[in-house]
């Protein structure tokens, strides 16, 4: 059984700053990324960003430059700082765990999501 609690979303004006937290827990056997997806209200899940074990970050168009992933590969533990924030970057986010218990197999892992609200 594997969990991801999430923590760290709430309500900020524009411009502000929020840090969200993942940690995962369980049986986790090989991760191949770990990474932060969201959904704005209305609209369908889109990734934010990405680390891939192992490897560089990737990050939507519409964050680069103003949010952050990092990772605490000892704790299963995957962080989004967010900074200058957006109204259009109201959404509930979700963490994700990519990992593959054996060749040829992949599955994905899902927190519950944060909610994410920005506004004056």
């Known amino acids: 059984q594997v969990q991801l609690v999430e923590s760290g979303g709430g309500l900020v004006q524009p411009g502000g700053s929020l840090r969200l937290s993942c940690a995962a827990s369980g049986s986790l056997f090989s991760i191949i990324a770990m990474g932060w997806y969201r959904q704005p209200p209305g609209k369908q899940r889109e990734l934010v960003a990405t680390?891939?074990?192992?490897?560089?970050?990737n990050y939507a168009d519409s964050v680069r430059g103003r949010f952050t992933i990092s990772r605490d590969n000892a704790k299963n533990t995957v962080y989004l700082q967010m900074n200058s924030l957006k109204p259009e970057d109201t959404a509930v986010y979700y963490c994700n765990v990519r990992e593959s218990p054996r060749s040829g197999y992949v599955r994905d892992f899902w927190g519950q999501g944060t909610q994410v609200t920005v506004s004056s």
């Open positions: 680390m891939p074990s192992g490897g560089s970050a």
